[in-house]
């Protein structure tokens, strides 16, 4: 993303720069691009991926709606991702025991060791993200960032 401000640029026609959803969606762009490098260079996944492999990996097993419900992610983003997770052999899918429409998640072997490789380098991004921040700041963010969660859920704005 290109930081220079464009020299016709009129801040009081777009005050955008002051916009805290305009900060946030700067910060998420930049922090998705950073990991979803690192992930391809380290593992060979996409950011997406990743995601459904780490909540898998943490959860031994999930269904698709889990994964919906944990990643905040659009069912048809969860189920192409899923689908390509199966068909790379990082993930296995077998039938609910009780709900034949029930497809419970597993990692492989092969899963898990992509999982067991990228889970220190997440780590590590994470601590150095966190690096200039104070305790209190990374508690101070995460209650801003719920509370921002629960705002955007208001459907009556």
């Not at 640029?9 to 490098?37: D, G």
Request: aromatic share 4%; with cysteine; net charge positive.
């Amino acid at each position: 993303m290109n930081d220079e401000t464009p020299k016709d640029f009129n801040p009081q026609l777009a005050q955008l720069s002051n916009f805290l959803t305009y900060r946030i969606s700067r910060a998420h762009q930049k922090l998705n691009t950073q990991a979803s490098k690192i992930l391809s260079d380290s593992v060979g996944l996409t950011l997406n991926q990743w995601r459904l492999v780490a909540f898998i990996g943490g959860a031994v097993q999930v269904t698709a709606s889990e994964l919906v419900r944990y990643t905040a992610m659009d069912k048809g983003l969860v189920s192409r991702n899923a689908k390509s997770l199966i068909e790379s052999g990082l993930v296995t899918s077998c039938e609910h025991e009780k709900d034949s429409r029930v497809h419970l998640l597993r990692l492989t072997p092969a899963g898990k060791a992509v999982f067991d490789k990228a889970l220190p380098r997440m780590r590590q991004r994470q601590a150095k993200l966190q690096k200039n921040l104070s305790t209190e700041d990374v508690a101070t963010l995460r209650r801003i960032l719920e509370t921002i969660e629960l705002a955007a859920e208001d459907t009556e704005i």
